[in-house]
């Protein structure tokens, strides 16, 4: 018998409810070919992390690897666009690969930085302990938000809290002034379109990108200069330094590219974490009443239970570096496939009760964050922003409920990223 999917992932069926139709498929066919987009989709837990632990077989250098025309299909006027598109996107450091190399010959062939040099360069920053220290400021910016709230009586926790709490904080980490960051949103959310299905995605996308540019550049050649400690001051140690092969990690453009795409990561993931947090909440007034009673030692756990619930990534792309044997398929070289987080997180043979909500799971081995080496660089700091904001909603208002039917909320229509359009809660 041959197992039958709408093949059109970003139809109404797929954005609103990708559970049920991810979960059909890791039962029926989790080593899937799409076939209109020349793409296999990966659904089960244990093949996604078999994936990410195996580099050296599914590159990263999507953008600079691929050898088939974007999915789905663009305008063929913006072609050129699309070039730029990938020029631009193939700079970050996350769409690079761990080069392994031991003789001189490898190091003269392999110069360029690789994943591990451009990813060292910022690490530190966001360690544990280092990411601490911005708590006070995270708690400060959500009394803040939560004060304006109750003042209007209302508030679309999308619009009014998990949006602006992210960017604050990361805005703040990069020194980037208060008045430019609804600017800076407005720039992101073009970035956004890299996941969407529209025809005409590349021109928003390429006014995101150079509008940024823009707005960077100035700002990393003031840090090349003037030292002063934030992230994009730490960012900009890649042009100061070398690899193994005496070149330098990243050149300026890189720098700047790769500034974007911490402003970018740094929020958008984080602002569907608490929105989707806080809906599988009011879905689930048992959790909710749960979770008020202690907060403060719960919010650890609840944290992980919204990754895993509702992740806010849904999937993650990659290019096949040789012909891979998976799930009785052979996927070959240089075929696209993307794994399913939003899946792999209901998967029953990894968690018990996969469908339900439940803030007290143990353990919780979710892959929210993905695995292996490309495991998220802002992991510590996403947790810690939604600790915070789901402490604070508890804490602040008890008898928070939604002011819409469930099933009346709509996502944005993208591959990539789990992100609702608005979610009005009354403050009562």
């Known amino acids: 018998m041959v197992t039958t999917f709408n093949e059109n992932l970003f139809s109404p069926e797929v954005i609103q409810d990708p559970y049920s139709y991810f979960g059909r498929m890791r039962e029926e066919d989790p080593v899937h070919w799409n076939d209109p987009y020349k793409l296999w989709v990966i659904t089960k837990y244990k093949d996604l992390v078999w994936v990410t632990r195996r580099p050296e077989a599914f590159s990263s250098e999507v953008f600079t690897r691929d050898p088939l025309p974007p999915y789905p299909s663009i305008d063929e006027s913006d072609m050129g666009l699309y070039e ?38 910022i690490h530190g920053y966001f360690t544990p302990k280092a990411m601490e220290l911005w708590r006070p400021l995270v708690q400060s910016a959500i009394k803040q938000l939560l004060d304006e709230a109750e003042d209007r009586g209302s508030m679309d926790v999308m619009r009014d809290y998990a949006t602006p709490l992210p960017l604050l904080v990361i805005a703040a980490m990069m020194g980037i002034e208060t008045y430019d960051r609804q600017f800076i949103r407005s720039l992101a959310e073009k970035l956004l379109f890299i996941g969407r299905g529209n025809a005409d995605r590349m021109q928003p996308l390429s006014e995101g990108i150079t509008e940024l540019q823009e707005y960077l550049r100035p700002m990393v050649r003031d840090r090349l200069k003037n030292s002063n400690g934030d992230l ?58 749960l ?64 469908d339900d909500f439940d803030i007290e799971r143990y353990p919780n081995p979710h892959v929210a964050f993905g695995s292996g080496i490309h495991h998220c660089l802002g992991a510590t700091l996403a947790r810690l922003e939604g600790q915070e904001a789901f402490k604070a909603l508890a804490d602040r208002f008890p008898k928070l409920n939604m002011d819409c039917n469930p099933d009346d909320l709509s996502y944005t229509s993208s591959i990539t990223f789990r992100t609702l359009e608005k979610l009005p809660v009354s403050l009562s």
């Open 84 to 121: 730029d598109v990938r020029n631009f996107f193939s700079q970050w450091f996350i769409q690079t690969d761990r080069r392994a190399v031991s003789t001189h010959e490898e190091i003269r062939e392999h110069g360029a930085p690789d994943h591990t040099d451009m990813r060292k360069v």
């Open 291 to 354: 979770f008020k009673a202690d907060p403060a030692s719960r919010m650890i756990r609840a944290t992980e239970e919204c990754l895993r619930y509702d992740a806010p990534v849904k999937s993650i792309t990659r290019i096949a570096g040789e012909d891979v044997e998976l799930g009785g398929k052979t996927i070959q070289k240089d075929e696209r496939m993307r794994w399913f987080v939003t899946s792999a997180n209901r998967d029953p043979e990894v968690f018990d009760r996969p």
């Open 232 to 289: 994009l001051d730490k960012m900009t140690d890649a042009a100061r330094m070398t690899n193994a092969a005496g070149k330098r990690i990243m050149d300026e453009e890189q720098v700047v590219a790769n500034a974007i795409l911490l402003l970018l990561a740094g929020h958008e993931t984080t602002i569907n974490l608490i929105c989707n947090g806080t809906r599988a909440f009011m879905t689930h007034p048992d959790q909710w009443e």
